[in-house]
């Protein structure tokens, strides 16, 4: 009996997971259609997605475009935009990098300022791509391991119902819908962090621009 309880228990446990983390990354449902923005069906964070950055929306400074030479060209420019976009540098010591770079420049000197944008916005940017890019793979991986446990649920409910129970069968379906559902939730638990990384990018860059641009 107690065996019969802790099945049926397990298998509404798993059935109602799938059916309620599938609203939530395939964003249907009323209250989370309020709350997430309009997006593909692979992107699970509540934050509106804006696959790229555009420079001239947080630049105010002459145009990028229009620059004679690229940022790597000037050694001082580079060495401080390599550390100040670097994932390994805390936030306020690119920050503290970067205000250094500008003790050191004239404000007369846009183009070095410039370009210390350019070189920032370059890689802050491409890193934020990439990190979108990483959630939207996390986000299928998630619906593909709901798919695995909706059919494992399935599996076991014909085992519970068969004529002539197959008690070891139902036993291993139970052991793999259990570590499938904490393989799936501790995943889950993860993913409002992840979905945090592309604004703190965006942050991280915003400071250092309002820096950049006060020196001008």
Not at 62 to 75: A, G, V, Y
Not at 191 to 198: G, I, W
Request: glycine share 4%; with cysteine; proline share 2%.
């Amino acid at each position: 009996m107690k065996k019969a309880i802790l099945v049926s228990r397990l298998a509404s446990m798993a059935a109602a997971a799938l059916l309620a983390m599938t609203a939530v990354l395939f964003q249907s449902g009323a209250a989370h259609a309020q709350r997430a923005a309009t997006g593909p069906a692979d992107w699970p964070c509540v934050q509106r997605l804006i696959p790229e950055l555009s420079w001239g929306a947080i630049w105010s400074g002459p145009s990028i475009e229009e620059l004679e030479r690229d940022w790597w060209e000037d050694e001082e420019v580079g060495r401080t935009v390599r550390f100040a976009a670097s994932r390994n540098t805390r936030s306020q010591d690119a920050l503290e990098r970067v205000d250094a770079f500008l003790e050191d420049t004239a404000e007369a000197d846009e183009e070095r300022l410039s370009l210390l944008f350019a070189g920032l916005f370059d890689r802050i940017s491409r890193e934020r791509s990439r990190t979108i890019e990483a959630i939207r793979r996390y986000a299928r991986g998630q619906v593909d391991r709901l798919e695995t446990i909706g059919a494992l649920v399935d599996e076991l409910e014909e085992a519970r119902s068969a004529e002539e129970s197959d008690t070891e069968g139902i036993e291993r379906l139970e052991q793999e819908i259990f570590w499938e559902r904490k393989v799936f939730e501790d995943r889950q638990a993860s993913l409002r962090a992840l979905c945090e990384q592309p604004y703190l990018l965006e942050e991280r860059l915003s400071r250092m621009v309002r820096a950049i641009q006060a020196k001008m």
